[in-house]
């Protein structure tokens, strides 16, 4: 359940890799923690008192939601960089790593000698990946960076709601989970060219980047139309019925059958065939006209009818659908979620509890439980490792 590399599987994907994160919070522990699933020696490199990411939100122990979610199968040292002994430590655990990830506010890193700079012109062929809110560089990177800003810098926000209510932010910190996905690949493709050029490099993703380019198809659309969008709800502006929220008997599906062929397969299947045939909804420029007619027939028929039957039908006739989930709704291996996607994740004290591993499945490579460290749980073990003779700093 621990992590161990002497005992990581031959066939993992990473394994063999080392891996030293100085992050905190989301976008930097994701990344780590994604590495590690796929067998890299993942070494979480935190403040005496730990990462912020174990408390935000959380006093009843050291594996609040953000850090649990983040940081499983990592090895834990606790240094105080602020000591230049500790500095050194850390610099020397740096030196060893394929990868360093870090995602303290530009300039700190530099302080503490800890640098892009200096560790890639230490060891030319370490892979250097970074997150920041707003760039490296620049007025805007002095700002301290976190996914709220990003989606309202982005514009996200401004599409994201009903159009008569505020900007409504998403509903989870998705800009953080992208940034860690994009600062994934960035390491794995600068780690392929370190493969054949012998050379590492460095990695820059921000906040505020990831949430921009995620929207590239709204940002196609107003290149095109050279209209602002807007929010407008679950639906679209271009397209009825699209991603439109429909009663049921007893709960709700969202559904998307906007072509003229599946308006009509909708309107059959929902024992309304008239409704298809109406001069008013017959074409998708005539719907969009008149949407707020269209959701009014649409809703009274499907909310006659229990979910389950509506999605049966919804099923055989191949018209796109979804059914409005709650967490205490979604089951491994039902609705099509892998039945082994979600993990055991050990921690001290308390029970083991179930979380989603990577999405990305190898046939060759089985998703595993994990176990979160302690905070500096690994500190000795790994300074050992590096023939330092120092046991560092651990919190009680």
């Known amino acids: 359940m621990s992590h161990d590399r002497h005992n990581t599987p031959d066939n993992a994907p990473l394994k063999g890799l080392r891996v030293v994160e100085f992050g905190q919070y989301i976008a930097v522990p994701a990344c780590g923690q994604m590495m590690a ?27 609040g939601p953000i850090f649990s979610a983040c940081n499983w199968s990592k090895r834990s040292v606790a240094l105080d960089l602020r000591d230049p002994e500790e500095r050194k430590d850390a610099f020397a655990l740096a030196c060893t790593a394929d990868v360093v990830l870090q995602n303290y506010r530009p300039g700190v890193m530099q302080k503490l000698g800890l640098d892009a700079a200096a560790l890639t012109d230490e060891v030319p062929r370490l892979v250097y990946g970074q997150v920041s809110g707003f760039g490296q560089t620049g007025p805007a990177s002095r700002r301290a960076g976190f996914d709220i800003a990003a989606q309202a810098e982005s514009g996200m926000m401004s599409i994201n709601g009903d159009g008569d209510r505020d900007p409504t932010r998403v509903g989870f910190t998705v800009v953080d989970v992208m940034a860690a996905n994009a600062l994934t690949s960035g390491v794995l493709a600068a780690l392929i060219r370190r493969s054949v050029s012998g050379r590492g490099g460095i990695v820059d993703v921000s906040l505020v980047d990831v949430a921009v380019s995620a929207m590239s198809s709204v940002w196609a659309d107003y290149r095109l139309t050279g209209v602002v969008p807007a929010r407008s709800g679950n639906g679209q502006t271009n397209a009825t019925p699209a991603a439109e929220v429909m009663p049921t008997a007893d709960g709700n599906v969202v559904i998307s059958a906007y072509t003229k062929e599946h308006f009509a397969r909708l309107c059959a299947a929902l024992d309304r065939p008239e409704i298809a045939a109406d001069p008013r909804f017959c074409e998708n420029a005539a719907r969009l006209k008149n949407r707020e007619a269209m959701l ?50 050990h921690a001290a004290g308390r029970e083991p509890m179930l979380l989603p591993g990577c999405p990305a499945a190898f046939h060759d490579y089985r998703r595993h439980e994990g176990r979160l460290p302690d905070i500096g749980e690994h500190t000795a073990e790994v300074l050992a490792e590096l023939s330092l003779g120092r046991t560092g700093a651990c919190a009680d």
């Open 296 to 345: 009014v027939e649409l809703r009274r028929a499907t909310s006659r009818l229990s979910t389950a039957d509506l999605c049966e039908r919804l099923t055989r006739i191949g018209v796109v659908f979804g059914m409005v989930r709650t967490m205490d709704e979604i089951s491994p291996g039902q609705a099509g979620v892998s039945a082994d996607l979600f993990v055991k994740v």
């Open 37 to 63: 699933e796929l067998g890299a020696d993942v070494i979480k490199v935190e403040p005496p008192e730990g990462d912020a990411g174990r408390y935000a939100g959380w006093n009843r122990d050291h594996y």
